[in-house]
C-alpha cells in the first residue's frame, strides 16, 4: 500500500483486499476446476479452506465497521454542530462518511457471504456423493435380489459339496447369472445354520492382470465366515450395501442379501462384491454440475453486494435526511407552540402529556391543571353531543384518527363550539404511543350555520306554501331544487326532476324551443319570461309561465337562476274567451246599434202617423163630415199603434227567453186548425200583392199534437210573415210532413219556402242572432226589428225543436223548416188536406161588441189611462166610478157597501202611489171580499201575472188595452161571479 494512515485502517485495508481476492479465485475455482482435478475432494477443500478464512477475516472487519458507525455520533444536526476539518462543509462531510461506512458494512457482508458459500461447497459435495452413493444402493439391491431369486429356496438345505472343490448341485441357475454381470467381481453364498452362516460357494472372476478383471466366474476355495455387521442385518432381513473400499487402484463395493424359502425364512446369505470405478465418476459428474449451477447463483450474490452497497448508501442519505427531520420538527415544536389552535397530546390512554399555550388561552385551563386528565373530564359538560363523544372513544380504542365537532365548556363555564382533529402517534414499530388533538373554536361558524339552516329552513317552508312552483338552477343549467308545489303538479319526487329530468313532461311541440330559450338565457345571465306546456300528474298538458332571474355570489359571480311557475292555463282560456267575448260584444254592439237605429226608424214611423193623424182627426174640419176620410184616419191610427205593440211584443218575448221566464203550456192542439188560421192569416197580407199562397201535406197529419199552441202559432206566422215580407212576386209554400229521425223518434217537419230576394252567405251565418238583420243599412227597403227568427229559434228550442235555414240563394229564395218532436195528443183521424181557411179583420177579435151591464171602481193614478179606460167600460154599457190610489178605492168600496149600492167589479192599477194594487187586492182578501177584481198593468211578463193571482185577482189585462179584450173579459166575470 502506497497510501499513509494509522496502522488499524492499513490491516483493515489489506484484509478487505485479500477477501476480494479469495472471492475472485473462488468464483475462478467455480468455474474451471471441476474440470481440471481427477477428484472433487481437493475442490471441497479448496472450497472450505476460502470459506474458513473468510469467517476467520469476520470479526476483524465487524469490529472495524462498528468503529466506523460509531462516528455517526460526531455528525453534526441541523447544523448546529463544528464543520470538519479543511473547511468543507456538513452535508460534503456527511456524505463521505456516508460512502466510508457503505463501503465497510458491504465488505462485511461480501466476507460472510463467502464463508458461507465454502462451507455451502462442502456441504454441497457430501450431498451429491451420498445422493449418487444412494442411486447406486437402489441398483446393487435390485442386483442382489435378481440374483437371489436365482436360486431355488426349496433346495436351499440341499446345497452342500457332493464333487470336486468347484461344484456345487443346483447353483447352475447363480452360476450363470453372476456369469452375465460384467462388474462383478465374486459372488459368496453361505447357507444358515444353527452354528451361524457357513460358506457353500464361492465363486471369483479371472484375472489375467493387475490392471482389471477379465474371464468367467470360476469356483474358488470356500473362505472362513467373519460375521460383520452388514450380515447380521442381512440375516434379519434386510439387503444391506457396504461403503466403497479400496484395494489397490480399484474401489469396491459388498452387497450382502438375504435368501428366503417360501415360507419367508431367511435360509441362506448371499454376498456380491462389484466394481465401484463407475460411483466415483457418477459423484464427479453430480459435483461438477451442482457447481456449475452455484455460477450464476455467484453472479446473483455479486449483483445483490453491489445493491446492498447503493441501497446502503441511500439509507446512510435518509440517515441525513432524519437529521433534517429532527430539525425540522424542533422548529414544528417550536409553531406548535406559538399556534393559535389549541394542541394537545395524550398518552395512549387519552391522559394530557403535553399542552401549548394556545390551550390555556382558549379553555382557560393552564398545562398543570389537566396534565393527567382525559380532556373530556374537563371540557365537556351538559350541551356536549354524547353520540359524538361515544364516536371518539371508539376511535381511540381502536387505533384510528377522527374529527367531530363538540360543545366544549371554558373554566368560566362558557360554552363554546370546537372541531377537534385527533391523530394517533405510532412508534416506528406502528404501535400507538399516544394522541395528538388540534382544536380550533367554531362557535361563530356554528352560529352563522345555525342561522342559515333556519333561513333555509324559512325559505322552504315558504316556498313550499305559496301556491307558486318553484325551482333552482347552476350556473350549467341543471336544476337543483323544486318546492312541493312543483313536485304536486307534477307527481315526481324532486330526485327525478334534478338535472334535465323535468324536461320528460315538455310538450313534444314545446320542448326544443323551451330548452334553446334556456340556453340562451344561461349565456347572458338576464332575467327572462317562458311560456311552455308541462305534463301534469294526471297526464294533461298545462300551460305554464316561468318567471326566471339570475343569482349571484357575494363575489359576484353568476351561480346560476331561481324561477317560479304559474299555471296559466285558465287564465290563457280566458283571454282567449274574453277576446271571442270582446269579438261578440264589439258585433253585439255593432248589432244593437244597428238595431237601435232601426227601433228608432220603426218605432218612430207609425208614431208619425199616430201624432199627425190624432192631430188632423182635432184640426181637420172636413175629416168630420167625411166618414170615409175619418175611417181611414182612424184605420191607419190603429194599425200604427199595433205596429208599436208587435216590436214590445217582440222585445218583451226576448228578454223573457233570455231570462229562463217564458213559460211553455202543453195542451192538445188541433193542427189543423192552427195551420188553417195561420194560412189565412198571411193570405190576406199576400193577396193583394199577387204573390200566390200554397200549401202542401206530404204525409198524414194527426188531426190533434201535444204542444203550446200560442208558442207554435208564433213561430209560425213569423217564419211566414218574413217570407211575405221578402217576397215581392212567386209564391209562398208551407209543406208539412211527418219523419222518423236517426234517433228512431217521429218528428213533425214545417217547411217554409218562398221565392223572395234570398239571403247573401255572409248574412245567413249570423241570421238567427238578436238584433241582427240581414239588411242593416239605412238604405234597406223592409223594416222590423231583427228579433223575429231568434225569437222562432228559441221558441222552438223550448218546444225540444229547432228551425234552420235549409238554404237561401240571393234572388232565388229561402227554405226554412221546423223541427218538431210529434207527441200525439188525443187518439183520433189524420187529415192529408187543409180546409179552407177563415178570414181575419186587421182589427182581430170576432163578431159583435159584447155590453156589460153592472157598477164598476177603476183604480188608476194615470190621468188618460183612466179617461181612455172609463170611457171604453161606459160605451159597452157599464157604470164607471173612478179613483187616483188604493186607499181611495177602499174608501169607495166601503162608501158604497154603507150605501146599498155595492160595486160588481174591481179594476186596479198594480203600480199606484199611497197604496199600490197588490196591497188593496191583498186588503180586501184578507178582511173576505169577494168582489171580481181585474189587475191592470204596463208589466207583461209572466210572473207579473202571477204575482197579481196571488195578490188575490180574478184576471189579467196587459197595457195597452185590448177594448173588445178588456170589455169581454169583464162581461165574463160579472157573469160568473153573479152565477154563484
Known amino acids: 500500500m502506497t497510501e499513509k494512515g494509522p496502522r488499524s485502517t492499513r490491516s483493515f485495508r489489506l484484509i478487505l483486499e485479500v477477501a476480494f481476492?479469495?472471492?475472485?479465485?473462488?468464483?475462478?475455482?467455480?468455474?474451471?476446476?471441476?474440470?481440471?482435478?481427477?477428484?472433487?475432494?481437493?475442490l471441497a477443500g479448496v472450497l472450505l479452506d476460502a470459506g474458513l478464512l473468510a469467517l476467520l477475516a469476520a470479526p476483524l472487519i465487524l469490529r472495524r465497521c462498528e468503529a466506523s458507525l460509531g462516528d455517526l455520533a460526531s455528525l453534526p444536526v441541523g447544523g448546529l454542530g463544528p464543520k470538519p476539518a479543511g473547511g468543507a462543509t456538513d452535508h460534503e462531510a456527511g456524505e463521505?462518511?456516508?460512502r466510508r461506512r457503505a463501503l465497510l458494512e458491504t465488505a462485511l457482508v461480501g466476507l460472510v457471504v463467502l464463508g458461507v458459500a465454502g462451507v455451502a461447497s462442502y456441504g454441497m459435495l457430501d450431498v451429491s456423493r451420498q445422493g449418487v452413493l444412494r442411486v447406486h444402493e437402489d441398483n446393487l439391491r435390485g442386483l442382489a435380489a435378481a440374483a437371489a431369486t436365482s436360486?431355488?429356496?426349496?433346495?436351499?438345505?440341499?446345497?452342500?459339496?457332493?464333487?470336486g472343490a468347484g461344484r456345487r448341485p443346483g447353483l447352475a441357475a447363480l452360476e450363470r447369472f453372476a456369469t452375465s454381470q460384467a462388474r462383478l467381481r465374486s459372488i459368496c453364498l453361505l447357507r444358515v445354520e444353527p452354528d451361524g452362516p457357513r460358506p457353500i460357494l464361492v465363486l471369483r472372476r479371472q484375472v489375467a492382470r493387475a490392471g482389471?478383471?477379465?474371464?468367467?466366474?470360476?469356483?474358488?476355495?470356500d473362505p472362513a465366515f467373519v460375521p460383520t455387521a452388514a450380515s447380521a442385518r442381512a440375516l434379519a432381513g434386510e439387503t444391506v450395501v457396504g461403503r466403497p473400499r479400496r484395494e489397490g487402484d480399484e474401489e469396491l463395493l459388498t452387497v450382502h442379501a438375504p435368501v428366503r424359502d417360501r415360507q419367508g425364512q431367511v435360509r441362506a446369505l448371499l454376498v456380491l462384491e462389484l466394481e465401484a470405478a463407475g460411483l466415483r465418476a457418477a459423484q464427479d459428474r453430480a459435483l461438477a454440475e451442482a457447481l456449475a449451477g452455484l455460477v450464476p447463483a455467484g453472479a446473483i450474490i455479486l449483483a445483490a453486494m453491489f445493491a446492498f452497497h447503493y441501497f446502503r448508501r441511500r439509507l446512510l442519505g435518509h440517515g441525513r435526511q432524519l437529521a433534517r427531520v429532527?430539525?425540522?420538527?424542533?422548529?414544528?415544536?417550536?409553531?406548535?407552540?406559538?399556534?393559535?389552535?389549541?394542541?394537545?397530546?395524550?398518552?395512549r390512554k387519552g391522559r394530557v402529556r403535553w399542552t401549548n399555550p394556545a390551550f390555556s388561552r382558549l379553555t382557560g385551563y393552564t398545562a398543570e391543571e389537566v396534565l393527567g386528565r382525559k380532556p373530556g373530564q374537563v371540557l365537556q359538560g351538559q350541551a356536549t353531543d354524547r353520540s359524538e363523544v361515544a364516536k371518539v372513544a371508539s376511535a381511540?380504542?381502536?387505533?384510528?384518527?377522527?374529527?367531530?365537532e363538540l360543545v366544549n365548556y371554558r373554566k368560566g363555564g362558557d360554552p363554546y363550539w370546537v372541531q377537534i382533529e385527533i391523530e394517533p402517534l405510532r412508534d416506528p414499530t406502528g404501535s400507538v404511543t399516544g394522541y395528538m388533538a388540534l382544536e380550533l373554536e367554531v362557535t361563530e361558524r356554528r352560529l352563522f350555520e345555525e342561522r342559515l339552516t333556519e333561513s333555509e329552513a324559512r325559505f322552504r317552508m315558504l316556498a313550499d306554501t305559496i301556491p307558486v312552483m318553484v325551482w333552482l338552477a347552476d350556473e350549467h343549467a341543471a336544476f337543483t331544487d323544486f318546492n312541493r308545489g312543483w313536485t304536486s303538479f307534477r307527481g315526481r319526487s324532486v330526485a327525478q326532476e334534478l338535472g334535465r329530468g323535468w324536461a320528460e313532461g315538455l310538450h313534444p311541440d314545446d320542448r326544443e324551443a323551451c330548452l334553446a330559450a334556456l340556453n340562451e338565457a344561461w349565456r347572458h345571465h338576464r332575467p327572462f319570461e317562458l311560456q311552455f306546456r308541462l305534463r301534469r300528474l294526471d297526464g294533461e298538458y298545462r300551460t305554464v309561465e316561468s318567471h326566471c332571474v339570475p343569482r349571484h355570489a357575494p363575489s359576484g359571480e353568476f351561480v346560476g337562476y331561481s324561477g317560479g311557475c304559474f299555471d296559466v292555463t285558465e287564465r290563457e282560456s280566458l283571454q282567449a274567451e274574453l277576446v271571442e267575448a270582446k269579438l261578440a260584444a264589439e258585433a253585439a254592439n255593432r248589432a244593437k246599434s244597428e238595431f237601435l237605429a232601426n227601433m228608432s226608424h220603426e218605432i218612430r214611423t207609425p208614431l208619425t202617423a199616430v201624432l199627425g193623424y190624432s192631430e188632423l182627426l182635432g184640426d181637420d174640419d172636413e175629416l168630420a163630415s167625411d166618414r170615409d176620410r175619418r175611417e181611414q184616419t182612424i184605420e191607419t191610427i190603429i194599425g200604427a199603434g199595433r205596429h208599436l205593440l208587435a216590436i214590445l211584443n217582440d222585445v218583451l218575448d226576448l228578454s223573457k227567453i233570455d231570462a229562463g221566464r217564458m213559460a211553455v203550456e202543453w195542451l192538445d192542439v188541433r193542427l189543423d186548425e192552427l195551420l188553417r188560421d195561420v194560412v189565412a192569416m198571411i193570405r190576406a197580407r199576400v193577396e193583394s200583392d199577387g204573390v200566390g199562397l200554397g200549401i202542401e201535406i206530404e204525409t198524414p197529419l194527426p188531426c190533434t199534437i201535444r204542444s203550446d199552441p200560442t208558442r207554435l202559432r208564433q213561430i209560425l206566422i213569423n217564419l211566414m210573415g218574413n217570407a211575405a215580407k221578402f217576397t215581392a212576386i212567386g209564391r209562398i209554400i208551407l209543406r208539412a210532413r211527418i219523419v222518423t229521425d236517426d234517433r228512431g223518434r217521429e218528428v213533425l217537419q214545417l217547411e217554409v219556402e218562398d221565392s223572395g230576394e234570398g239571403i247573401p252567405a255572409e248574412a245567413a251565418q249570423r241570421l238567427f242572432q238578436p238584433f241582427n238583420q240581414a239588411d242593416a243599412s239605412v238604405t234597406r227597403r223592409h223594416g222590423g226589428t231583427g228579433l223575429g227568427l231568434t225569437i222562432s229559434r228559441r221558441l222552438a228550442n223550448l218546444l225540444d225543436g229547432d228551425i234552420v235555414l235549409?238554404?237561401?240563394?240571393?234572388?232565388?229564395?229561402?227554405?226554412f223548416r221546423i223541427d218538431l218532436p210529434l207527441l200525439a195528443g188525443v187518439e183520433g183521424p189524420t187529415f192529408t188536406e187543409l180546409p179552407t181557411a177563415r178570414r181575419f179583420t186587421d182589427r182581430g177579435g170576432e163578431g159583435p161588441d159584447v155590453a156589460i151591464a153592472g157598477r164598476l171602481l177603476l183604480a188608476d193614478d194615470g190621468r188618460d189611462n183612466r179617461t181612455l179606460i172609463s170611457l171604453m167600460l161606459r160605451k159597452a154599457g157599464a157604470e164607471v166610478e173612478v179613483v187616483e190610489n188604493g186607499a181611495l178605492a177602499l174608501a169607495a168600496l166601503d162608501r158604497a157597501r154603507a150605501d146599498g149600492r155595492p160595486f160588481d167589479l174591481l179594476l186596479t192599477d198594480v203600480q199606484m202611489p199611497e197604496m199600490d194594487g197588490l196591497t188593496l187586492m191583498r186588503t180586501l182578501r184578507d178582511r173576505g171580499d169577494v168582489i171580481p177584481i181585474v189587475a191592470l198593468t204596463a208589466h207583461a211578463m209572466t210572473e207579473d201575472r202571477v204575482r197579481c193571482l196571488a195578490a188575490g185577482s180574478d184576471a189579467y189585462a196587459s197595457k195597452p188595452i185590448d177594448r173588445r179584450a178588456l170589455v169581454g173579459l169583464c162581461a165574463r166575470l160579472l157573469a160568473e161571479h153573479r152565477q154563484g
Open 396 to 404: 381511540i380504542r381502536r387505533g384510528l384518527g377522527i374529527t367531530v
Open 151 to 163: 436360486l431355488d429356496p426349496d433346495h436351499i438345505q440341499e446345497l452342500v459339496p457332493t464333487g
Open 21 to 42: 481476492i479469495l472471492v475472485a479465485v473462488e468464483s475462478a475455482i467455480m468455474l474451471i476446476l471441476p474440470s481440471l482435478l481427477a477428484s472433487a475432494d481437493g
Open 806 to 815: 235549409v238554404r237561401s240563394e240571393p234572388g232565388v229564395g229561402s227554405l
Open 326 to 347: 429532527l430539525d425540522e420538527s424542533a422548529q414544528l415544536a417550536e409553531i406548535v407552540r406559538r399556534t393559535s389552535n389549541a394542541v394537545i397530546i395524550t398518552d
Open 212 to 221: 482389471g478383471p477379465v474371464g468367467a466366474l470360476v469356483p474358488a476355495v
Open 96 to 98: 463521505r462518511q456516508d
